[in-house]
């Protein structure tokens, strides 16, 4: 009989909810899906291009984002929010892919969260030198949802503190093809990922690209 064509393949080397109730890491749940993805941000990148945001504050963000899906994350001088259409282009963010839902709910689902309906994507594009500072995802109306984590290239350390910025922070390495899960009593924990190091990806080149699938309403 010929192998399922999506199975899980997921190494599991963490126990559930390793990082505190309501949280996943699964090494290599996405690995099956690199070749999909990396055409698929081809495709996405090419209707609405990464770009670097400017935060409420006036700084420019270190990484170059773009969305998929019915809503984008966005951010400028007017605050952090959701939108349905992409300001650079003036046209709706590119539709999500079904194999993207299909593995942010799988992914949600070993979990413990099987109902979970995305209806964004952020696409993050880091470069070496690339961070993102500690902050909790809360620009969402649903925080009975969970955010699913997906990493692709370069592989990069990933910060998971508690629900207090000045809580304690544990690093997670986190490579391609692994998947990052948080939700329920964990959906607030604040997280970062460090400056990116230099390298090269045989897939993705120089850079790591995350998916943060997220119910933004
Ligand atoms: C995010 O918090 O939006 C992204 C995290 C990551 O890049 O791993
Ligand atoms: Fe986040």
Redesign the pocket.
């Known amino acids: 009989m010929a192998a399922p064509l999506f199975e899980d393949d997921s190494k599991h080397a963490y126990p559930r909810d390793y990082l505190g109730p309501g949280t996943a890491i699964l090494e290599g749940f996405a690995l099956q899906y690199e070749a999909f993805i990396q055409n698929a941000l081809l495709e996405i990148a090419g209707q609405s291009p990464f770009r670097h945001m400017t935060t409420p504050g006036g700084f420019r963000m270190s990484?170059a984002m773009t969305n998929c899906g019915a809503l984008g994350?966005v951010t400028d001088r007017k605050g952090y929010r959701y939108d349905s259409l992409d300001p650079d282009t003036g046209s709706p963010w590119p539709a999500m892919p079904a194999l993207f839902l299909k593995l942010a709910q799988r992914s949600a689902s070993e979990a413990g969260f099987p109902e979970f309906v995305p209806e964004g994507c952020?696409i993050?594009r880091?470069e070496p030198g690339a961070k993102?500072s500690l902050?909790q995802?809360k620009d969402e109306l649903d925080f009975t949802a969970p955010?699913v984590?997906v990493?692709f290239g370069l592989p990069?350390m990933?910060l998971f503190g508690g629900d207090q910025r000045s809580d304690k922070t544990v690093r997670i390495p986190?490579v391609h093809g692994d998947v990052?899960v948080w939700g329920g009593p964990a959906r607030m924990r604040y997280?970062?990922?460090m400056p990116l190091k230099n390298g090269v990806h045989p897939l993705f080149g120089g850079h790591?690209y995350?998916l943060?699938f997220r119910k933004a309403r």
């Open positions: 990484v994350w952020l993050n880091y993102l902050h995802d955010i984590s990493s990069a990933f986190v990052l997280h970062g990922v790591r995350n943060t």
